[in-house]
């Protein structure tokens, strides 16, 4: 009925009280897409009862997608809702939540889901608890371990908290993210070295590639009068 009806009440119906199970789990997800916005509304609800370990990489990634860019208010709003719930069962750990959509696989989804913890961090009327709230100006502690110790996952968090908060907060509080994030100009170019030194083994790993690619592209948020 979920999928096949034509009828917008029957669907929501169905949503809100289908038993999710393996077998219904897909035609659940599959409502995320529907037509109407209250059927997506719905779903979007009864996904949050799901732990996010029990859905695949795919269907993380699908969520936040679907959720987070859907043209209706409301269905951003609970898609939001979902993904604080997400956040919060792993400690308001940004890249642990990151980690979950395996950005080196579903790089769009990652960097979506990334900037809208941040917007979310920022806007006037954040409700996110201290930690989380903290965690917009932590510093980052593997700048001079080299670039093998930095995950996909880590430098992703890092360029997206400087990239976003140079492009969409006031000159003083970008400037107060990036001293506490990014290294020194010079530390930076080491790094920068690093990859220049062993493209062919980077080459070859898509990890090392992703986490060079994203220091390559943090590298232009540093202020290179510190060289």
């Not at 669907?11 to 035609?27: F, K, N």
């Not at 509304?41 to 996904?47: E, I, L, N, P, S």
């Not at 939540?97 to 950005?103: C, D, K, M």
């Not at 917009?136 to 502690?141: D, T």
């Amino acid at each position: 009925l979920m999928n096949s009806d034509n009828s917008t009440p029957v669907r929501l119906a169905a949503v809100e009280h289908v038993a999710i199970c393996d077998q219904s789990l897909s035609h659940l997800l599959a409502r995320l897409k529907d037509t109407k916005p209250e059927v997506r509304v719905a779903a979007f609800t009864r996904v949050k009862e799901i732990p996010i370990a029990q859905l695949s990489t795919e269907a993380r990634s699908d969520v936040i997608k679907t959720g987070l860019a859907d043209r209706e208010d409301k269905v951003r709003t609970e898609a939001k809702s979902l993904v604080m719930k997400w956040l919060a069962s792993l400690d308001d750990s940004v890249p642990s939540l990151l980690r979950q959509l395996n950005p080196i696989e579903w790089e769009e989804e990652a960097q979506l889901l990334a900037a809208f913890v941040m917007e979310d961090l920022m806007s006037h009327d954040a409700h996110l608890g201290g930690n989380l709230q903290g965690s917009v100006k932590e510093s980052f502690s593997k700048w001079h371990s080299g670039m093998k110790s930095i995950t996909p996952t880590e430098i992703l968090w890092v360029y997206t908290r400087c990239s976003y908060s140079k492009s969409f907060c006031s000159e003083r509080i970008a400037a107060d993210i990036c001293d506490a994030i990014l290294p020194d100009a010079v530390v930076l170019c080491n790094l920068i070295s690093e990859i220049k030194a062993d493209l062919p083994a980077i080459n070859a790993s898509l990890k090392r590639e992703f986490v060079a690619k994203y220091l390559i592209k943090t590298s232009a948020l540093v202020d290179l009068a510190d060289v």
